[in-house]
């Protein structure tokens, strides 16, 4: 390899195209991460250059801006031609700079010199005089998917169309555009625009810096590639897949353009690089997919972290495919899995995907499910599909009204997957029955009617179970009463859980246990059972409240003509509450709640039901290990300053509560911090910002904070349909026990040069130390640029745990390279992690 600083006007003033193969990720960057630093920075430059006085001797120059580094690797071309090169990384940094010097030209060209207008034009265009075709021209060329964008955005003389004006590289060309425009004044005076457009070119064609690294012949590309990628940057493991596809493609001489657009195009849409909720995470929904189709390929676990690792060594190095059959299998596959969130509701298929993979939340069914569905039907009949899903679902329902622990599942899964693929797709019914109603251990075996109706009549299943599996069961009941008459109405999703007896039954359920200490702690875990749980709408949910059962009792406390009774009879078109308030007329008493919870329990063994000869284990699991491995698994606790909100919204039935930043504080019985009422991010974080962490442990959200009015509205997190929160938020460092475990991991995975750099920035925090310095002291080769290369991996992990870069710089003196420091916050920090 060999590595040399150039400013664009080297880069880009010969005839060449830096072209970005088709197998790379599309264009992702982003005004807020991206675009606008770098224009603070040049336009910090620029202004800079400006300031300076005329050159001369004792008159020091303006020092460059070093943009980073990108790999570039030459590509043979007949003499004569356009030179080719393959960019292997920094295909983002490439193209921003190309949008930024063809912005800049087109404010230059309608504002400024001629001549700096040509002298930006050659850095943007090749001579089209010599071009072969219109597209090279252009000395950057993007992917696949953004060559119809960026094509429209270069051109200057035409307006965007509107269909791709929402694209990233069209917002990023008019973004830069406005900004230069803004900068340089344009409508002020004219010779002063022309000054400071001069000064702009002059920055952009001379001043900025990229350290461009040639590949040699004999360089791996894809090693390279690895390298620089793996592990800490915003690459997706499926971009890292794809480019070692591809790579093989080409190597292999196979027609990588065909295999791209029948298999993969695809699987570069925004659908697939949307987050999609895993428990508490998100995670790109492309590297879910291929986390699950690993998982059943190789028919073992995949950690989240080794996708790409396994994909390679576990299948393309083990196995050695043929290419284009493996990715017309993963391409068929894939359409199964994006066919799995359009399953008919009322299907098996469509009901497993509702009730395990999102209520009960449990993906790591996710490879058997897509096993199950990437069949034929001559291959796997419905009726085996059936037979197999049905049992899955009474398995993993059965354990959760146990509270058997789930932990073992995923060894399970694995188990099964290499028992259908041994028996074959023909008998998978019987094949997942068999091979779950055989278990015996305490974390396998299938629990039988009396186990569950054992659980139910005593457990209370409101603090046991999340809300989406409770809401759940409660709608597969609603769905069962409703009957096969029903007129094929479901059960509407996302209601309300409610309790008919209020958790807060003193106020108006307690007369009749006055004085009685036993009676009460009875009553309050009876309201808790599964037979005093209904299902309401939103809006009706806050008017039942805590009001008694008739419309005379509410009457004499002075409530109104409506009791709780009234509100559901009047308003409720669930069959469960029908059935509820008929049964019920004139009071609704702990008898009540038992006898329906036995009744509820026999419905729910009918709904779900297990073989009548399934397994048992030895010894009947005791009611604390039930209790123990089930609930602590099911909803986290949280521990800690704010424990007291936890446990308010832990017990609140609600799933949207809005509060005042006052009314917080009263829940804690403590002050907010001061960080709190002036910094979203405290509210909406989860690493480092303890309130954030009893809220998300909690399973709630704030979805608005308002600062100005001081009140935060919460609600209660379902996993489905969630956006991902940024937990970075605009703070550094802090002293909390999850920013120490960050700076753990970031330290564990450093090298040895970047380590020492590192302690010499801890001890001088927060004292600045100049890179030559630093590169002196610890021998670290390449000098200037290679302290650089060093503090580029502190930043790679700290993306790993979402958090802040470590280290700061800016601009140092000419020959001296760039300044570093610590905050003395965040020396602390990695101090206290590192001993």
């Known amino acids: 390899m060999d590595a040399k600083p150039y400013a664009p006007a080297d880069i880009f003033g010969t005839h060449v195209r830096y072209v970005v193969p088709l197998f790379q990720r599309p264009y992702v960057w982003n005004q807020k991460d991206q675009w606008q630093p770098l224009w603070d920075d040049v336009s910090a430059l620029a202004e800079r250059i400006l300031e300076a006085p005329p050159g001369g001797y004792g008159v020091p120059p303006v020092p460059p801006h070093f943009l980073g580094a990108i790999v570039v690797d030459q590509q043979p071309n007949p003499t004569g031609f356009i030179a080719v090169r393959h960019i292997i990384d920094g295909q983002q940094r490439l193209t921003t700079l190309q949008l930024l010097l063809d912005a800049a030209?087109?404010?230059?060209?309608?504002?400024?010199?001629?001549?700096?207008?040509?002298?930006?034009?050659?850095?943007?265009?090749?001579?089209?005089?010599?071009?072969q075709h219109p597209d090279q021209m252009f000395k950057v060329w993007p992917t696949d998917r953004d060559q119809a964008a960026f094509r429209a955005a270069m051109d200057n003389d035409t307006v965007v169309p509107a269909e791709l004006s929402g694209s990233r590289i069209a917002q990023a060309h008019a973004f830069f555009i406005d900004a230069i425009s803004d900068w340089a004044e344009v409508a002020s005076d004219e010779d002063k625009v022309k000054a400071r457009l001069s000064a702009l070119v002059t920055a952009l064609r001379t001043h900025l810096r990229l350290v461009v690294i040639d590949l040699e012949p004999g360089d791996n590309a894809q090693v390279i590639f690895e390298t620089l990628n793996h592990r800490g940057t915003p690459l997706l493991a499926a971009d890292l897949v794809k480019n070692l596809v591809f790579q093989i493609a080409q190597s292999n001489g196979l027609p990588m353009e065909t295999l791209y657009t029948q298999y993969w195009r695809e699987l570069d849409g925004d659908y697939w690089r949307q987050q999609v909720a895993q428990g508490r995470l998100f995670r790109p929904r492309i590297d879910v997919f291929l986390n699950h189709w690993l998982t059943m390929k190789l028919m073992r676990e995949v950690p989240t972290d080794r996708i790409f690792t396994e994909f390679r060594d576990g299948l393309i190095v083990t196995q050695q495919p043929d290419?284009?059959?493996?990715?017309?299998?993963?391409?068929?596959?894939?359409?199964?899995?994006?066919?799995?969130?359009?399953?008919?509701?009322?299907?098996?298929?469509?009901?497993?995907?509702?009730?395990?993979?999102?209520?009960?939340?449990?993906?790591?069914?996710?490879?058997?499910?897509?096993?199950l569905l990437r069949w034929t039907e001559e291959d796997l009949p419905e009726t085996q599909r059936h037979k197999?899903?049905?049992?899955?679902?009474?398995?993993?329902?059965?354990?959760a009204l146990c509270r058997l622990t789930s932990k073992d599942t995923n060894k399970l899964v694995l188990e099964l997957l290499q028992e259908l693929n041994y028996a074959g797709p023909a008998i998978a019914g019987n094949t997942v029955e068999a091979v779950l109603a055989r278990q015996t251990a305490q974390s396998r075996f299938w629990p039988d009617d009396a186990l569950v109706q054992q659980s139910l009549a005593e457990e209370p299943v409101y603090k046991l179970l999340t809300?989406?599996?409770?809401?759940?069961?409660?709608?597969?009941?609603?769905?069962?009463?409703?009957?096969?008459?029903?007129?094929?109405?479901?059960?509407?999703?996302?209601?309300?859980?409610?309790?008919?007896?209020?958790?807060?039954?003193?106020?108006?359920?307690?007369?009749?246990?006055?004085?009685?200490?036993?009676?009460?702690?009875r009553r309050d875990r009876t309201v808790q059972t599964l037979g005093n749980l209904t299902l309401v709408n939103d809006k009706l949910n806050p008017s039942m409240s805590n009001r008694p059962w008739t419309a005379e009792q509410a009457e004499q406390c002075g409530l109104g003509k409506q009791g709780k009774r009234d509100y559901l009879l009047g308003h409720s078109q669930l069959k469960l509450n029908a059935s509820l308030v008929t049964a019920n007329p004139s009071a609704w008493t702990e008898h009540a709640i038992i006898d329906r919870t036995r009744a509820l329990s026999t419905v729910l063994t009918s709904i779900w039901p297990c073989p009548a000869t399934v397994a048992q284990p030895a010894r009947p699991p005791s009611s604390k290990e039930r209790s123990t491995a089930y609930a602590e698994e099911a909803r986290p606790g949280h521990a800690g300053k704010y424990q007291a909100l936890w446990r308010w919204l832990d017990d609140n039935s609600a799933d949207e509560v809005r509060l005042t930043f006052d009314e917080v504080e009263q829940i804690l019985g403590l002050p907010l911090p001061p960080s709190a009422r002036d910094?979203?991010?405290?509210?909406?974080?989860?690493?480092?910002?303890?309130?954030?962490?009893?809220?998300r442990d909690a399973g709630w959200r704030a979805v608005t904070v308002g600062l100005n009015e001081q009140r935060v509205v919460l609600q209660r997190d379902t996993s489905e349909g969630a956006e991902p929160i940024d937990e970075l938020g605009s703070g550094g460092w802090s002293y909390t026990d999850d920013d120490v475990e960050a700076a753990k991991y970031i330290w564990a995975h450093l090298s040895d040069a970047a380590r020492a750099v590192m302690r010499t920035l801890m001890d001088a925090a927060p004292e600045r130390v100049v890179a030559l310095e630093l590169a002196e002291a610890h021998q670290i080769r390449g000098g200037i640029l290679g302290v650089a290369g060093v503090l580029t991996w502190p930043a790679r992990y700290s993306a790993d745990v979402r958090r802040p870069l470590p280290v700061h710089y800016d601009e140092g003196a000419v020959g001296q390279g760039a300044n570093y420091w610590m905050d003395v916050v965040t020396a602390s920090v990695f101090n206290a992690a590192i001993g």
């Open 323 to 371: 290419l284009g059959s493996l990715l017309a299998e993963l391409a068929s596959d894939a359409d199964v899995y994006r066919k799995m969130d359009l399953l008919p509701p009322a299907s098996v298929e469509g009901r497993f995907q509702y009730r395990v993979i999102k209520a009960m939340d449990t993906a790591v069914v996710g490879p058997l499910l897509m096993w």
């Open 105 to 131: 030209q087109w404010v230059v060209e309608h504002y400024g010199n001629a001549a700096d207008s040509h002298g930006l034009r050659v850095l943007v265009q090749n001579n089209p005089e010599i071009a």
């Open 679 to 695: 910094y979203q991010t405290h509210w909406k974080g989860y690493s480092g910002t303890a309130l954030g962490r009893a809220i």
């Open 388 to 399: 197999a899903l049905n049992a899955l679902e009474s398995w993993l329902v059965r354990r």
């Open 467 to 521: 809300r989406p599996r409770l809401r759940m069961i409660l709608e597969a009941l609603e769905d069962a009463t409703r009957g096969p008459l029903g007129e094929g109405q479901a059960c509407p999703r996302n209601l309300t859980v409610e309790h008919v007896m209020p958790q807060s039954w003193k106020d108006y359920w307690g007369g009749d246990l006055v004085g009685d200490e036993i009676g009460a702690l």
